[in-house]
Every structure is written in structure tokens, then in C-alpha cells.
């Protein structure tokens, strides 16, 4: 089958300079942080705003269907405008939604501009996939595992700062100062980004939407790194959504502020597995993504003593955290590779399963926790981990995946 792209030249391929990429990495933290800001203000919000409790998971929801709806309206349009200015733009708008959720007087307001910052929000992909296709292959991963480690941290960093930041100053000025970090990540962006070497694509923007399927259907690494995606998000979500109830209950009763300190923990597991895309450009991804599953499986050991020490939960976060973010380095930079005219496509698809095993994780956990408790958690999460490992065996011996990225990619080597 033929996909609709745009035409890429070879002469504009070059070495993306480190401090590009680490402001890239931190432009795409700050974008994702948004999304999870409001999780631990939604009783102060509730009370300024005198929403009914029922409706205050509102707040979280129309932000992720916000951003559920940019992956799919907005990422693939990486592949028909000039990436360089699409996300200087949405990251522009990024700091008008965030105005207007600080300057908002009523639920109904608050929750639409909440709904814009997570549609916005998902120039996160669109950098990851700048990232990928600027980069010569054999810096693709390198490049990859920044920028993803960037999300990664500012998804640990924002409940933590965010529920400090309303205790002092109060839930807007949390929004006021992202705001503001917004617009000057825009400026930052302007002058830094390079220019998208491509030239304008010639498909519709409907013809783009409607090749969506097309891809996940007729390309067997994209449903084979979408299936990872699900069932290694899957098990994170299980873990994260479930730990703060015994950390709030009997004997810690940590407050929460402290668990959102507590899952700062996680960032060393995402710096560890920036390494992976260094390993994957070295055609190593079988086994990075063998090792890593391994590790996702063991990290339940020391997860489920929680009742023992903290000390141990800590160790399981890091395992956790450096398994999953290593085989997430390892799918992006391969699909990315793989079809380099259309990452923001491939990419959108991607993490449709990557948002579909987060729901499932979390749903599922929070049953399971009321019907049986933290171990029954820590034995969800182990048999969903090791369903990816044997899923990972049952494939290990087809062609090398990275073959086929290099295969395909617009910069020779």
C-alpha cells in the first residue's frame, strides 16, 4: 500500500545538536505536566469553584479526553505542516488555556479551557517525533530517551509541585505560573528549534486522518510496539493508581504532598533507561526489550513488601519505572525510524494503546484493591508484566526491528 507523505531531502539531515534536544526534553516535561497538575487540587478546587463532588472528577476526565482527541486530531498533523511551527503554536495556546483555567469564575469555563490544556498538550508527541526524524539513525534513540525522559519526569514532577504550590500560594497561582512557564517555553522554542527539513505535504487533512488505521493494520512492528505500549502502561498505571491507598492508610498515613514527593523516587528509573535508546541504535532492541519486560516482572518482588519498608517499595519504583520507560524508548524510536514521514501518525497510533493500557491498569486496580488489597494489586501487575515478557519470547525471533527502521529512514547513514 502507498501512504500519503511529504517529500524529505536528504541534503537537510544533520547531527540535532544536544542542546537542542535537552530543551526539547524539557519543553515536552512541561507540556505533559499539565495534564497531571490538577489531580491533587481537586478538593481546593471544588470549594472555590462550589462544584459538587460528583462532578469534581470532571476535572481529570475532560482533561484526558482532552488529550486522547489531540493525539488523534492534532499529532498527525505533524505530517502535513511544518512541525517546527506547529509546536511553537500549540505551546503558544498552551499558555492561553492555562490563563484562562487561573482566571476561571465558573465550572463550566474551568472545565473547557481544562479540556484545551490536555488537547494541547500532546505537542509532547509531536516533539518526540521531531526528535526521532531529525536525528541520524544511529542517534535516533539517543534522541528518543531525552525527550521521553523529559515526560517521563515532569509526569512525576507536576503532582508533587503543583499540591505545594496550592498549599502556599493557592490552586491558581499554580495555573498562573504555568502559564507564564508556557510562554516562555514558546520563546525558548522559537529560537531554538531548527527548521523541519521537509517540504509541505500535498495529502488532506482528511486523508491523513483516514490513513490512521491503515497503518496500525498493514505494519507489523507498529501493532507489535502498540501491543508493548498497552500492556507495559497497563501494569504502570496498575502500580501508580493503587499505591497512594495503603500510603495514605495505616501505618503511613503520608499525606498527599508526601506521596507525590514519594514518586519523585521514579525519575532514577527514568534516567537509567535513557540508555536504552543508545543500545537500541546499536540494533539491540530485541534484547532491550527482552531485558526490560524481565525487569518489569522482578519489580513486583520488592513492590508487594510495601507493608516491610518503604525502603522496598522504592527499589520496585525504580526497577518499574526504568523497565517501563526502556521498552517505551525502544517502541518510539523504532516506529519513529520506520516511517519517518509519518511519526506523527505512527506516533498518534501508538499511543492510542498507550492511553487505553492506562485506563485498564487503573480501573482494574482499583478493583482489585477493594476486593484484595495491595498483594492482590502486586499479583495483577506481576501477571500482566509477565504476559509481555512471554509475548516478547513468542516474537523474539523475527526479523530485527531496527533492519527494518534503518531500512526506511531519509538520512543516509
Known amino acids: 500500500m502507498t501512504f500519503e507523505q511529504s517529500d524529505t531531502s536528504q541534503d537537510t539531515c544533520f547531527p540535532l545538536a544536544d542542546k537542542t534536544t535537552t530543551i526539547m526534553a524539557i519543553a515536552a516535561g512541561l507540556a505533559v505536566a499539565n495534564v497531571y497538575t490538577v489531580q491533587p487540587l481537586l478538593n481546593v478546587i471544588g470549594e472555590s469553584l462550589a462544584m459538587r463532588p460528583a462532578n469534581l472528577g470532571l476535572a481529570v476526565t475532560l482533561t484526558q479526553l482532552g488529550y486522547a ?9 505533524g505530517d502535513l505542516l511544518n512541525r517546527r511551527s506547529l509546536i511553537v503554536g500549540q505551546t503558544g495556546l498552551s499558555f492561553l488555556a492555562l490563563a484562562i483555567v487561573a482566571l476561571s469564575d465558573s465550572p463550566g469555563l474551568f472545565l473547557f479551557a481544562l479540556a484545551a490544556v490536555g488537547a494541547l498538550a500532546v505537542t509532547v508527541q509531536t516533539l518526540v517525533a521531531f526528535a526521532g526524524t531529525l536525528a541520524l539513525p544511529e542517534r535516533r534513540g539517543a534522541a528518543v530517551g531525552k525527550v521521553t525522559g523529559g515526560i517521563v519526569i515532569g509526569i512525576l514532577v507536576a503532582r508533587a509541585v503543583s499540591g505545594s504550590v496550592s498549599e502556599l500560594l493557592g490552586w491558581r497561582a499554580v495555573y498562573a505560573i504555568s502559564a507564564l512557564v508556557s510562554l516562555v517555553t514558546t520563546l525558548a522554542l522559537s529560537r531554538a528549534l531548527p527548521g523541519d527539513p521537509r517540504q509541505p505535504g500535498t495529502a488532506s487533512y482528511g486523508s491523513i486522518l483516514r490513513s490512521l488505521p491503515r497503518f496500525f493494520l498493514d505494519d507489523r512492528l507498529l ?139 487503573a480501573a482494574a486496580s482499583t478493583y482489585v484493591y477493594s476486593v484484595s488489597g495491595w498483594h492482590g494489586v502486586c499479583l495483577a501487575g506481576a501477571t500482566i508484566s509477565i504476559a509481555g515478557l512471554l509475548f516478547w519470547a513468542s516474537t523474539a525471533r523475527t526479523p530485527t526491528d531496527n533492519l527494518l527502521a534503518l531500512a526506511v529512514s531519509p538520512c543516509p547513514d
Open 223 to 361: 501493532r507489535r510496539r502498540a501491543v508493548y505500549a498497552f500492556i507495559i502502561f497497563a501494569a504502570f498505571s496498575t502500580f501508580w493508581t493503587a499505591v497512594v491507598f495503603p500510603l495514605t492508610d495505616a501505618p503511613f498515613r503520608l499525606s498527599n504532598t508526601q506521596v507525590g514527593l514519594f514518586g519523585l523516587v521514579g525519575i532514577a528509573g527514568t534516567l537509567g533507561a535513557r540508555g536504552a535508546g543508545k543500545l537500541v541504535d546499536k540494533g539491540s532492541e530485541q534484547r532491550v526489550t527482552g531485558t526490560a519486560l524481565a525487569l518489569l516482572c522482578l519489580s513486583w518482588a520488592p513492590i508487594a513488601l510495601l507493608s516491610f519498608s518503604l525502603w522496598w517499595l522504592a527499589v520496585g519504583i525504580v526497577l518499574l519505572d526504568l523497565a517501563v520507560q526502556a521498552v517505551h524508548v525502544t517502541n518510539q524510536t523504532l516506529i519513529v525510524g520506520r516511517h519517518p514521514d509519518a511519526a506523527g501518525r505512527v506516533i498518534a497510533v501508538y499511543m492510542v494503546f498507550y492511553s487505553l493500557g492506562s485506563a485498564a491498569g
Open 69 to 77: 482527541a489531540g493525539l488523534i486530531l492534532l499529532v498527525p498533523l
